[in-house]
Each structure stands twice: as structure tokens, then as C-alpha cells.
């Protein structure tokens, strides 16, 4: 368990120590901070089991003050809004379909309205016939 705390801790440190190394002193300078402070610290700390912890504080702490390209908060950085693109007019949409009647009308000769059946009152009394004859 202890030997792969201290892998890990060396990893993170190894890594953390390419990125210091890489980086010019001109951006060291730039943003007010010590590049043999952060290297030795990230050494120290990684002989100790402390690598992982000393990553942390570096990436955290002096990576976003440096900047640069290839940084790891390069993608968290706020981009440059530009001015949104008109979109291009939409088609008007087609107009809705007639709908087609499967049965065709009645000719009105044949159907006259007085020959119809008149329609008893809404008010008229109802008779209820029932025959029990089956024959």
C-alpha cells in the first residue's frame, strides 16, 4: 500500500516537475512567481509521499497566474464571444390538405326535405310498446 502511494506520488510529482521545467523563465517572470521554489518543493514533496498533494497545489495555484499554451486550464478559459450568425430564413409551410370525403352527397331530388319523416316534439309523450307474442 505505502509503495503505491509512493508511485503515485512520484508520478504526480514527475509531471507536475515536466510542466515546470518547460515552461519559460520569461512566464515565471511574468506572473511574479519562484521557478526553483516550485521545483524543489515538487521534489521534496515527492520523495515524501507529498508529490500528489505538491501536483495539486502547482496546477492549482501557479498554471493559471502562468498561462500559455498547452496549460491545463487552457480549456476552462473563457473564449471571446463573437456575434451570433443570422439563420437562414425558414420555408413557409405547405398548406394542410383538404380532406376527401369517401362517400359523395346526396343528390337533393331524391332526398327532398318534405319527404322526410317529421321528428316528434321534444315535449310530446312517449309510449314504451312491448309484445310478448311470439307468433
Request: glycine share 6%; proline share 15%; with cysteine.
Amino acid at each position: 500500500m505505502v509503495t503505491a502511494l509512493w508511485i503515485i506520488s512520484l508520478l504526480s510529482g514527475g509531471v507536475a516537475l515536466g510542466d515546470q521545467l518547460r515552461r519559460p523563465a520569461s512566464e515565471w517572470v511574468a506572473a511574479d512567481r519562484d521557478r526553483s521554489y516550485w521545483v524543489s518543493l515538487t521534489i521534496i514533496a515527492s520523495l515524501f509521499c507529498l508529490g500528489l498533494i505538491a501536483a495539486a497545489a502547482y496546477l492549482m495555484s501557479v498554471v493559471p497566474q502562468l498561462g500559455g499554451a498547452g496549460g491545463p486550464d487552457k480549456a476552462f478559459r473563457k473564449q471571446p464571444v463573437s456575434a451570433p450568425r443570422p439563420s437562414p430564413p425558414h420555408p413557409a409551410p405547405p398548406a394542410p390538405a383538404q380532406p376527401q370525403s369517401l362517400w359523395a352527397p346526396a343528390p337533393a331530388a331524391s332526398n327532398p326535405p318534405a319527404a322526410r319523416a317529421p321528428l316528434p316534439a321534444a315535449d310530446a309523450p312517449r309510449k314504451l310498446i312491448i309484445d310478448f307474442d311470439d307468433d
